[in-house]
């Protein structure tokens, strides 16, 4: 599998995926979801299976704002030297436990580190809290987010470490053992 940056022909699949795995509650729309993309393209991924398939997507911006931008409306300008956001990612249930969303993260881990961002945030919604914070994600307090995100929202942090070899070598081991 290999991760690139989102292309046009993408959005198809990225609208399945988002349907196989959202409930409606949180369904975004084509114009809302590909808005990320416009403002921010060097940040916004898919994994491409070797048969050409898009297993699953991420799409992320500079995001300096203490409050997550809301669900259902277009991202207009991403904005930040420090911070970066992960809007969404999702993975096709078909490919799920094979590491892709490592990848898509791993990418973004990547980049940030290149770009000099201090932390990643993200809202994570359906119970995904858990995943996230195997990752390294710690839940912050924000009961604001809920309104727009969902009930069970919780509104989490990352930092990053740049040029860390102790963090970037229990990263790969963890991915290792994990692929």
């Avoid at 509650?25 to 991924?45: A, D, H, N, Q, R």
């Avoid at 892709?100 to 809202?123: A, F």
Wanted: glycine residues 6%; negative net charge.
């Amino acid at each position: 599998m290999k991760v690139r940056a989102v292309l046009e022909s993408d959005w198809d699949s990225i609208l399945r995926i988002q349907a196989e795995v959202y409930h409606d509650g949180v369904l975004e729309e084509l114009e809302v979801l590909k808005s990320k993309s416009i403002v921010s393209p060097t940040s916004c991924f898919v994994c491409e299976t070797l048969e050409g398939d898009i297993a699953g997507y991420l799409l992320s911006h500079p995001w300096d704002c203490s409050t997550p931008p809301k669900l259902f409306e277009p991202l207009t300008s991403a904005k930040g030297r420090d911070q970066f956001f992960i809007h969404d990612m999702a993975v096709s249930a078909r490919v799920q436990g094979k590491g892709v969303g490592r990848l898509l993260i791993k990418q973004v881990l990547t980049l940030t580190e290149k770009l000099g961002m201090k932390k990643i945030n993200l809202v994570a919604v359906q119970g995904a809290d858990s995943y996230w914070a195997r990752l390294g994600f710690v839940a912050l307090m924000n009961d604001n987010i809920r309104a727009t995100y969902g009930n069970d929202a919780v509104l989490m942090q990352r930092l990053v470490f740049a040029n860390n070899p102790k963090y970037t070598q229990s990263y790969n081991e963890q991915d290792r053992a994990d692929n």
